[in-house]
């Protein structure tokens, strides 16, 4: 039977002494073999001659410097071992010319990282404007997006990475940069990846990479408390009695939010066309959510109607409420919670409406996935952290339960 022929690879590294540095120092090159065939490439690191031992291709003793050059060097051999076991994966043959190619992203740059990022950006840029998707989820892109520049040129000293670059430990690298250099949270690290994920998901798809490097990347949201009003707070703020006509607005968006669970930027932007009679002969608020363009439809209860009815009228657009800016009505809220002695040690601002709306219905009784529709959750999870089990709701369960314990009795 005759032997298939394994390929022969190795990488070494070496000093390009022929060409000193003005700080004497020399540039280490790094060789590729494969079959025979050579192909040399740049670290883009440096070492005085004297410290590199020859016979290993390393950075001799143990002194900071040592260890970081060590480090990166053994970094870029990995990585290079990666790209050769992904090429023989999928191509089935693989020249020391085309390992340097991908390590370098000579040829695929045009679908590079940041690349297909900022053509993303820019279409995303475009719905933003025409009113589908939100300022603020296009400001996370573009934080994410000067992260990631800055990470790439720190880690590999260049502009932009080759998808094929990519990998687990790009992204293990790239979330340590940001909770250690960035002093980022969890939670806003988790956030950031979102939009990686995204990039990952158009080079899947366009063939430019074929397996996700986040497959064993493990993180989620640690749950938060989420600031909410209780029941009796709610009716203190429907019977608070304003002392002037702005105050009484913000309070009366704020309870809209409490009984719908618009947030701000959705009321403000609640036209009459987004009022409609459904199926049931009630009235309906139909509308897609701005930061997620899920659809959230909300049968309106009676404070809500009348709400409406009470600002007709009072717009010179189509819109249904004359809505301050948000920092206004947050420094209206602030005010109005004083009066009513409504105390927390957060400051509560006018989001807190919208997580009441999904604790007390929960609370209420109303099922989960009916509150998820209503507040256009694309995961049930997401809703799953409104539903705090307030005293109110354990106090419920317990009449229940209490009324069907009564007749036992103790022989």
């Keep these: 039977m005759k032997k298939v022929k ?13 060409a000193p540095k003005k700080n004497g120092k020399v540039a280490i090159m790094g060789r590729i073999t494969i079959d025979n065939q050579v192909a040399q490439f740049s670290t883009k690191l440096e070492i005085l001659p004297q410290k590199w031992d020859l016979k290993y291709g390393r950075v001799t003793g143990k002194t900071e410097e040592a260890t970081q050059l060590n480090r990166k060097l053994e970094e870029i051999r990995s990585r290079m071992v990666t790209h050769y076991e992904e090429l023989m994966k999928y191509e089935g043959v693989v020249t020391a010319q085309k390992l340097k190619a991908t390590f370098l992203g000579i040829g695929v740059m045009e679908d590079s990282l940041l690349k297909v990022y900022e053509k993303f950006k820019e279409d995303f840029a475009l719905m933003v404007e025409k009113g ?10 573009e934080n994410v ?9 720190y880690k590999y000293h260049r502009s932009d990475i080759s998808f094929k670059e990519l990998t687990e430990d790009f992204i293990n690298d790239f979330d340590f940069y940001l909770r ?15 939009p990686l994920c995204k990039m990952v998901e158009i080079a899947i798809d366009k063939g430019i990479i074929y397996r996700n490097p986040f497959k064993n990347y493990i993180s989620s949201m640690e749950e938060k408390d989420r600031g ?50 459904f199926f049931d002969g009630n009235k309906w608020l139909i509308k897609r959510r701005q930061k ?8 309106l209860l009676d404070i809500a109607e009348k709400i409406i009815e009470k600002y007709d009228g009072t717009t010179r657009t189509d819109t249904l409420f004359p809505v301050p800016s948000n920092a206004n009505c947050n420094l209206l809220i602030k005010k109005m919670m004083k009066d009513c ?62 009324e069907r314990l009564k007749n036992l009795k103790i022989g």
């Design 6 to 18: 394994r390929s022969t690879f190795k990488v070494l590294f070496y000093l390009k002494k022929n």
């Design 132 to 141: 589908v998707r939100s300022w603020r989820t296009l400001n996370k892109y």
């Design 145 to 153: 997006y000067t992260h990631l520049s800055e990470f790439i040129q």
């Design 180 to 194: 250690v250099n960035k002093s980022l949270t969890h939670n806003t690290i988790w956030v950031y990846m979102m």
């Design 228 to 277: 909410y009003l209780l029941r009796e707070e709610v009716e203190t703020l429907l019977q608070y009695h304003p002392k002037s006509a702005s105050v009484e607005l913000v309070r009366d968006l704020f309870v809209f939010s409490c009984f719908t669970g618009f947030s701000y930027i959705d009321i403000k932007q609640l036209k009459k066309s987004h009022l409609q009679s």
């Design 292 to 299: 997620s363009d899920v659809p959230c439809n909300v049968r």
């Design 341 to 402: 002695n409504i105390i927390r040690e957060k400051p509560i601002s006018f989001h807190w409406a919208r997580h009441t709306f999904g604790t007390l219905f929960l609370t209420e009784g109303v099922p989960l996935e009916s509150v998820s529709k209503m507040m256009g959750h694309k995961n049930i999870k997401t809703t799953q952290i409104y539903a705090k089990i307030t005293n109110e709701k354990i106090s419920k369960d317990m009449e229940i339960a209490a």
